[in-house]
């Protein structure tokens, strides 16, 4: 696999440049990612294990699907590009949930966030995605605060609030 030219943001959340996207993990630098929820009609969260191969996080559950921009991509354009990739949701309009900024030992980054509604078929992308199924939010929301060390942190915490204000709606 190439390495792919990421883009690169600064603290600011303004696009600063590019680099490889090994360059980019190897010295933690700060880029931009799409993170889009997966919702059925009935309101249920897709979660996801990640492959054990993932480059951050490996193994862990996410109820995010998404991944890094690459340099010169619009962040609705990587949303629809991840998503597709990951579990073969397309043709469905994408909505924005604003940004959020997310930063630990190994990754740094914008999140771009977005919510889709999708009752079609999921298939998972065998390099990213072990298995999936359909939550409840109240399962999800169960799952995040008695066993937060299974599911990815970023996710967690760039969602964590919405998450929860769709538990009591």
């Keep these: ?24 993990r190897a010295r933690n630098l700060r880029h931009a990612a799409s993170s889009v929820v997966v919702r059925d009609s009935a309101g249920r969260i897709y979660l996801h294990r990640r492959t ?3 480059d951050v996080y490996a193994g862990l559950l996410d109820f995010a699907s ?3 921009l690459l340099a010169g991509e619009d962040p609705d354009v990587g949303a629809v590009r991840e998503v597709e990739e990951e579990l073969a949701v397309s043709g469905a309009a ?17 999140a771009f966030r977005y919510v889709v509604v999708w009752d079609g078929v999921i298939r998972w ?11 409840t939010v109240e399962e999800l929301v169960r799952r995040i605060d008695e066993d937060p060390g299974s ?11 919405i998450v929860r204000s769709w538990a009591v709606a």
Excluded at 126 to 131: G, S, T
């Design 1 to 24: 696999m190439a390495d792919e030219e990421v883009a690169l943001y600064d603290e600011a959340g303004r696009v600063s440049g590019s680099a490889p996207r090994s360059v980019m």
């Design 66 to 68: 998404g991944g890094v």
């Design 52 to 54: 054990t191969t993932k």
């Design 151 to 161: 599911i990815v942190p970023d996710s967690v915490a760039v969602w964590s609030g």
């Design 94 to 110: 994408l909505e924005p949930f604003g940004v959020a900024d997310y930063a630990d030992a190994a990754t740094r980054y914008r």
């Design 125 to 135: 992308q065998p390099e990213e995605v072990a298995w999936g199924e359909w939550v």
